[in-house]
């Protein structure tokens, strides 16, 4: 299944209405959810100011996630932060390694990092594995790749910080920023954000609160 569109928040309800209608039961732990396997997204204009986004999203959630992407940012409640993979992973800033890929050779099919840490057998690993740039047509395109995606609690977030990332990139290698596209493994919406989507569906004014620590899967509630 694929979805394309414009903006991020048009790719948010998209998916939503996707895994709605698409999705089959699945039971995480001692909580149900829909999930749609292989899903592929792609948007055109990934913007950063997307009031689709600051409309409906929670708040709190975007700035959770802006740390989670941020450089230097601890997070002692966390077992991990994507910034801690992309700036410093084993010593590696993989960023300005992806940066130097592209500058000896602006073509090139090898400016992709990893998230994940090999042999890491801990409950809790990255939703976002894979991180991937291009420069075609004079403009950076990113894709990634997600094991697994809450769909109305994280997909608009992480998309947010994804773009910026995309733009920061492509500011330091003097070009303009292009697609953002991916991969899904998991896309899924857990059933305590059911009445969420509808309403989200419906084009009700509703600002979302994010449920996932309080109502998640029992291992993610005993973090808290």
């Known amino acids: 299944m694929e979805i394309v569109t414009k903006s991020i928040g048009e790719c948010w309800l998209k998916s939503i209405d996707a895994v709605m209608e698409n999705g089959s039961l699945v039971l995480d732990e001692d909580v149900n959810l829909k999930e749609v396997l292989s899903l592929a997204v792609k948007i055109e204009n990934p913007d950063i100011n997307d009031q689709l986004i600051y409309r409906y999203g929670d708040p709190d959630i975007i700035k959770h996630t802006l740390k989670k992407f941020e450089k230097d940012v601890v997070m002692e409640d966390r077992p991990?932060?994507?910034?801690?993979?992309?700036?410093?992973?084993?010593?590696?800033?993989q960023y300005e390694w992806l940066l130097e890929r592209v500058r000896n050779k602006k073509?090139?099919?090898?400016?992709?990092?990893?998230?994940l840490?090999?042999?890491?057998?801990?409950?809790?690993?990255p939703c976002l594995t894979t991180i991937d740039v291009k420069?075609?047509?004079?403009?950076?395109?990113l894709q990634f790749?997600?094991?697994?995606?809450?769909?109305?609690?994280?997909?608009?977030?992480?998309y947010l910080e994804l773009?910026?990332?995309q733009k920061d990139l492509a500011k330091?290698?003097?070009?303009?920023?292009g697609f953002m596209a991916g991969y899904i493994a998991s896309a899924h919406i857990y059933e305590y954000d059911f009445d969420y989507a509808e309403s989200l569906r419906k084009g009700n004014s509703v600002q979302i609160k994010d449920l996932?620590?309080?109502?998640g899967p029992k291992s993610i509630r005993a973090m808290q």
Do not use: M, W
């Open 117 to 125: 840490n090999e042999g890491d057998d801990s409950p809790n690993i």
């Open 163 to 165: 773009a910026k990332l």
């Open 135 to 141: 420069i075609r047509d004079n403009a950076l395109d």
């Open 107 to 115: 073509e090139t099919k090898s400016a992709t990092i990893c998230l």
């Open 80 to 93: 991990f932060t994507y910034a801690e993979r992309i700036y410093d992973k084993h010593g590696i800033d």
């Open 212 to 215: 996932f620590y309080k109502k």
């Open 172 to 177: 330091d290698l003097n070009t303009k920023v």
């Open 145 to 158: 790749f997600y094991r697994s995606q809450n769909i109305i609690g994280r997909q608009y977030a992480n």
